[in-house]
């Protein structure tokens, strides 16, 4: 933590923060949105009230971007957020170039409040904790209880990324045994030994390995095209746990399948590859609100062995689970942040670095099929828990990806794209509803036609 000129306390953003900033653009801005919907409309002065009182207990949101010779840094600023009707898309840019905004914004609209964040400040399980206390405050119309030994933990000083992984080698939590890690994962611990992997990812930058990529119609404005599919999380668990696999690699290979049938003829581009993210808190303890977790790639070859939904969710296990484990993720972190911490890059100008961040983050791009997130359960305290119907999470997308969530026994799952074809949203449904699922669907307008409807 420094001190600048002016007496304001500022901070370097962490690796991951940096390639947010680099990897931004008009039609993926690097927002995402957390959106509580209540039994109840909105009150927009009490919904104030709550934020005002939220907003004195989270340093890290009065926090402004501001970007240096060589890097990018976290400011404080009194500024002070209003809450507003929301009057925009889902999730449109809040970072702007050489401005001093704050990097949230809170909209209400009829039983839905929304709290979207730029990722550069936060990741989804940091500012669930925000949302979580400002929907609390909301419900009982008073401060969140956060005790003052625990407000530090909150500021701009702490970078977990470098408390953790740049200097001394750090032990996990010791009472995360074998059973825990498994819970973390979203499997339970019951479940068969993962089979090994026919495919290892580190083969798919070879040129000869051609990933699929889902193409289609840009949508107007670059706005991002969402669409929510709500099913009970009970029925969907049951068919995970009866293929031996996690909530999320069931998911996943269903997305896998649904792009699969949505594309036809795959051609010579057979490999569908997944990003997914590991939120660190579950293995090094950390209550900073600032971005914490890693990424980890599986990949499926169609065409090459048994292809059925069970087998491919089976072999996206067999990948996910060694790489989930606090040994791999270490040693993955460690080699980027001596790469970030290193003399030549810390003297290269600001400008050069994003660009060459964001040609290390296309290319990367180039090799990916879609991305998930799984945020897992979420949980209130009364009087919040009874206000709350259902909670929803998603992203601004440079390609096709999903993000699940999990509330009062609800699982909602919302697909993003820069894309207004949904296709293979239409088929993960037909999948579902094909075992037996209940679903819910609901989406945004995005193309002319679907907006004019709005007009009459």
């Known amino acids: 933590m420094n001190k600048s000129a002016t007496g304001r306390t500022w901070v370097r953003l962490d690796n991951v923060s940096n ?32 934020l ?28 002070r957020p209003v809450v507003t009707a929301e009057d925009h898309h889902t999730c449109a840019p809040l970072y702007q170039t050489d401005k001093r905004n704050l990097l949230f914004r809170v909209s209400h609209h009829r039983r839905r409040i ?65 059973a825990a890690e498994s819970a973390a994962l979203g499997v339970a611990d019951t479940l068969p030994a993962a089979p090994r992997p026919r495919w290892r990812v580190g083969r798919l930058i070879r040129p000869r390995i051609r990933v699929h990529r889902v193409k289609g119609t840009r949508t107007p404005d670059n706005r991002t095209r969402a669409v929510e599919l709500s099913l009970p999380a009970k029925d969907m668990l049951e068919l995970a746990r009866a293929e031996g696999v996690s909530p999320t690699m069931y998911l996943t290979g269903v997305f896998f399948e649904s792009v699969r049938r949505s594309a036809g003829d795959l051609g010579r581009a057979r490999t569908f590859v997944a990003s997914v993210p590991v939120n660190l808190r579950q293995f090094y303890p950390s209550s900073s609100a600032r971005n914490f977790f890693a990424t980890v790639l599986v990949s499926h070859t169609y065409g090459i062995g048994a292809d059925d939904l069970g087998s491919v969710c089976r072999d996206l296990e067999a990948q996910f689970r ?18 970030e911490k290193s003399p030549i890059l810390r003297i290269v100008p600001r400008p050069v670095k994003d660009v060459v961040l964001g040609w290390l983050n296309q290319a990367h791009n180039r090799h990916l099929t879609v991305a998930v997130s799984n945020l897992g ?7 919040a828990e009874s206000l709350v119907e ?34 293979h949203v239409a088929e ?11 679903v819910r669907v609901g989406a945004a307008r995005v193309t002319e036609s679907e907006l004019a409807e709005v007009i009459r």
């Not at 900033?21 to 209540?38: G, H, I, M, N, S």
């Not at 998603?394 to 096709?400: D, G, I, L, N, T």
């Open 19 to 50: 390639i947010f900033l680099a990897a931004r653009t008009d039609a993926d801005p690097k927002v995402f949105r957390l959106a509580a919907e209540l039994t109840e409309p909105v009150d927009p002065e009490r919904l104030q009230r709550a």
């Open 52 to 79: 005002d009182a939220t907003y004195d207990h989270y340093p890290l949101y009065h926090a402004v971007l501001r970007s240096g010779v060589f890097w990018y840094y976290l400011q404080a600023s009194d500024l």
């Open 322 to 339: 060694p790489k989930a484990t606090p040994k791999a993720l270490e040693k993955k972190l460690r080699r980027l942040i001596r790469v």
């Open 114 to 178: 929304n709290l979207e964040v730029f990722h550069a400040l936060s990741d989804g399980a940091g500012a669930m904790r925000f949302l979580t206390d400002l929907v609390s405050a909301y419900a009982a119309d008073s401060a969140p209880a956060v005790e003052p030994e625990v407000e530090p933990q909150r500021g701009l000083s702490i970078d977990s990324f470098t408390h953790y992984f740049r200097r001394r080698r750090h032990t996990p939590d010791p009472a995360f045994d074998a």
């Open 377 to 383: 359960r979420v949980t209130f305290d009364e009087p």
């Open 390 to 423: 259902r909670i929803g999470f998603h992203v601004s997308a440079a390609r096709p990806q999903f993000c699940a969530i999990t509330h009062a026994g609800t699982l909602v799952v919302t697909f993003t794209s820069p894309f207004s074809e949904t296709d």
């Open 428 to 438: 993960f449904a037909r999948i579902l509803t094909g075992a037996g699922i209940r």
